[in-house]
């Protein structure tokens, strides 16, 4: 008798600050079987990412974000579609619309707050603008934060790395 395959997981980050981390997650994750779905870094317009980012979330069995400081990559143009009820807002960084993607997809989410000491940013200027800063609170404030399955009481890259990231989630690890 075979055993069931661990299920498929999608690790959503920005490239500035968190790709290392990102990169030490999936490793756990792998070594205890589970299946990393990788997002490639953006360098094609919105529509194609779009569909890029709705194939590979719907490919998934859960959706693990790790939330930094960092706003990221922002499509040029604002994003209709996933307007917030309660703010308007409609401008969204590629991380965030992974987020509002998995959602709409009703796969489950699990969002780690990153705290800034666990960020690795190469050059000051990764961390964004100040306005782009506002929008990554923001939206932990407006969206990650209201959410059921937020992880943030984690001291260190060890704790975090040796967490059962996906308990929440209803998957053993």
Same mark, same amino acid.
Request: aromatic residues 10%; contains cysteine.
């Given at each position: 008798?075979?055993? @069931? %395959?661990?299920?498929?997981?999608?690790?959503?980050?920005?490239?500035? *600050?968190?790709?290392?981390?990102?990169?030490? $997650?999936?490793? =756990?994750?792998?070594?205890? /079987?589970?299946? #990393?779905?990788?997002?490639?870094? +953006?360098? $094609?317009?919105?529509?194609? #990412?779009? &569909?890029?980012?709705? @194939?590979?979330? !719907?490919?998934?069995? $859960?959706?693990?974000?790790? $939330? /930094?400081?960092?706003? /990221? +990559?922002? %499509? !040029?143009?604002?994003?209709? @579609?996933?307007? &917030?009820?309660?703010? *308007?807002?409609?401008?969204?960084?590629?991380?965030?619309?992974?987020?509002?993607?998995?959602? !709409?997809?009703?796969?489950?989410? =699990?969002?780690?707050? =990153?705290?800034?000491?666990?960020?690795?940013?190469?050059? %000051?200027?990764?961390? *964004?603008?100040? @306005?782009?800063?506002?929008?990554?609170?923001? +939206?932990? !404030?407006?969206?990650?934060?209201?959410?059921?399955?937020?992880?943030?009481?984690?001291? *260190?890259?060890?704790?975090?790395? /040796?967490?059962?990231?996906?308990?929440?989630?209803?998957?053993?690890?």
């Amino acid at each position: 008798m075979s055993a @069931e %395959p661990l299920p498929k997981v999608f690790i959503s980050r920005t490239t500035a *600050g968190l790709a290392s981390l990102a990169e030490k $997650v999936s490793a =756990v994750l792998s070594e205890r /079987g589970f299946e #990393i779905i990788h997002q490639p870094d +953006f360098g $094609v317009e919105w529509r194609k #990412i779009r &569909h890029m980012l709705m @194939e590979k979330v !719907r490919d998934a069995d $859960v959706v693990l974000c790790l $939330v /930094g400081p960092a706003y /990221g +990559f922002a %499509p !040029r143009t604002t994003i209709p @579609e996933f307007r &917030h009820p309660d703010t *308007g807002r409609e401008e969204f960084s590629y991380t965030q619309l992974e987020y509002l993607i998995a959602r !709409r997809l009703n796969k489950p989410v =699990v969002s780690i707050l =990153v705290p800034d000491a666990l960020c690795t940013f190469a050059r %000051p200027e990764d961390r *964004g603008t100040p @306005e782009q800063q506002q929008l990554q609170s923001d +939206f932990i !404030r407006d969206v990650i934060k209201k959410d059921e399955h937020v992880y943030h009481e984690f001291s *260190g890259e060890a704790d975090l790395l /040796g967490a059962y990231l996906l308990a929440r989630a209803g998957y053993d690890l």
